[in-house]
């Protein structure tokens, strides 16, 4: 996911796929944990890509609080 793309969600999309990122790395650690994992990557590519939500809502966070 390019960070242009999550800028551009709204404050509620941004939150659901912040949950969605979280229930999706809780299973790729499962599956790493039973050897069942097929793309190790998987798992270095959802962790940025929390980190990409979560940058952005503190962004506008910050924004809406300066104003």
Known sequence: MKASAVREMSQADLN???TDLKAELFNLRFQHAINQLENPMRLKEVKKD??????????NELKSAKQ
């Open 50 to 59: 929390i980190a990409r939500v979560k940058t952005v809502i503190r962004q």
């Open 16 to 18: 659901k796929k912040l």
